[in-house]
């Protein structure tokens, strides 16, 4: 009997050849089956990839085999056997497109300068000893942050990776600079990047959550610090660490909490946001905010040249 999972990882480490290695991926998933992303740079590899748990254990054993991939760390959750609509395998210049690659430099040990790795059982202890003086810094987009959060977090107003930079040089961050600031985002690699850029920015005491809310979320699932809903980046488009946990997100249309995001079906726009079950079932298309303001405009204006 099937059973569907979906394993991510990352490894940072210095590549002399990504083509090479993103052929030798894109064959080794293939042959399992597999599906999902796959990212292959000079700095490393990045993945997603969904499954058959045996496939996906095979895969993970072959990708292991490879010397510079031998310490990967998968990190593992229950999918849908639906979860990818295909099988993506690419070299970028990037593992994550900060836009930033002068401020990285790779080895063999990893990103180089970046923030202190925390086991969640090691946040919990720095957060028992230092209080107040720790604050959550999220490394994700802002939209992830409406379903999911820690608490208190600061949650920057960036829509891409690439706006991160600019937010750390705006200086609305500057306050910060001397407490002890966590960096997290969904599996981990997000932050050793960010940790690197704040670091390089004057932060004085940086923390990475190692694993990412991932393996948080495995150790302490709704009795944590985590609140609500985690966005993953397949065709769940959300999950939760146990029964009971609650979105923060809030429906558009009747305000009721969800985790459910939505595409606005203007063809030209590629906005995702938030709607519950109900409402967007109750509605033919779903429109995000700009796009009904420019419909109700367009209206208005064809009322009053008719008249």
């Not at 040089?169 to 960010?194: N, P, Q």
């Not at 959550?209 to 009795?223: D, M, Q, R, T």
Request: some cysteine; aromatic content about 10%.
């Amino acid at each position: 009997m099937a059973v569907p999972k979906i394993v991510l990882f990352y490894v940072f480490t210095p590549l002399a050849d990504p083509d090479a290695v993103r052929l030798w991926q894109h064959a080794l998933a293939e042959r399992h089956g597999l599906t999902g992303r796959v990212i292959v740079s000079s700095q490393g590899i990045n993945a997603t990839l969904g499954g058959d748990v045996w496939d996906l254990k095979q895969y993970a054993k072959g990708t292991r085999s490879y010397k510079p991939f031998n310490s990967a760390d998968f990190k593992w959750s229950n999918g849908t056997g639906n979860d990818f609509p295909r099988l993506s395998v690419k070299v970028r210049p990037e593992l994550v497109t900060f836009d930033a690659s002068d401020d990285i430099v790779v080895t063999e040990d990893g990103v180089q300068g970046g923030g202190a790795h925390l086991k969640p059982g090691a946040l919990h202890s720095l957060i028992e000893e230092r209080g107040d003086d720790v604050v959550f810094f999220d490394g994700r987009n802002a939209m992830e942050a409406e379903i999911g959060r820690f608490k208190d977090a600061v949650v920057p107003d960036a829509d891409t990776t690439r706006d991160f930079l600019d937010e750390l040089e705006s200086g609305r961050f500057d306050h910060l600079k001397d407490k002890a600031v966590v960096t997290y985002c969904t599996g981990g690699i997000r932050c050793e990047v960010l940790s690197v850029l704040m670091r390089n920015r004057g932060f004085q005491e940086v923390y990475q959550l190692e694993g990412g809310i991932a393996k948080y979320g495995e150790a302490f699932g709704n009795s944590g610090l985590w609140d609500g809903s985690l966005y993953v980046f397949d065709n769940r488009m959300h999950m939760e660490f146990g029964d009971g946990a609650e979105s923060l997100g809030s429906c558009t249309e009747c305000g009721g909490r969800t985790p459910l995001f939505v595409n606005c079906t203007n063809g030209s726009c590629r906005t995702q946001f938030l709607k519950c079950e109900d409402c967007t079932a109750a509605a033919d298309e779903h429109l995000c905010t700009d796009c009904s303001v420019t419909r109700a405009d367009c209206a208005s204006l064809t009322g009053r040249t008719g008249a």
